[in-house]
Nanobody, 122 residues
Framework: QVQLVESGGGLVQAGGSLRLSCAAS????????MGWYRQAPGKEREFVAL????????YYADSVKGRFTISRDNAKNTVYLQMNSLKPEDTAIYYC???????????????WGQGTQVTVSS
């Protein structure tokens, strides 16, 4: 029943912006951390950003600090990732992640969306 659906990816030029959305259903996520991860071709999946839906605290990978912003709308059960000043190295499939009932982010036992492709050209 739990489902995460990402949207908002696309092709943009370097320096451009995109806003990704992650819509959650089948569960109330307001008490859970939510995160964004990405995976480039031939690379390991890496952490991008997280947000605590209870406290509103955020944390970012060094590679995206100052450029990306994670936010939430609990009324819509949706998490966003605003991406500015995009670089070609940001090209990847971006995944939304939620922890299991009693677990942590970033594990296979959690919930993952299908991913949305972000491609940044020069």
């Amino acid at each position: 029943q739990v489902q995460l659906v990402e949207s908002g990816g696309g092709l943009v030029q370097a320096g451009g912006s995109l806003r990704l959305s992650c819509a959650a259903s089948g569960r109330t996520f307001s008490s859970y951390d939510m995160g964004w991860y990405r995976q480039a071709p031939g690379k390991e999946r890496e952490f991008v950003a997280l947000i605590s839906w209870s406290g509103g605290s955020t944390y970012y990978a060094d590679s995206v600090k100052g450029r990306f912003t994670i936010s939430r709308d609990n009324a819509k059960n949706t998490v966003y990732l605003q991406m500015n000043s995009l670089k070609p190295e940001d090209t990847a499939i971006y995944y939304c992640n939620a922890p299991p009932e009693n677990g942590a982010l970033g594990t296979v036992s959690g919930y993952w969306g299908q991913g949305t492709q972000v491609t940044v050209s020069s």
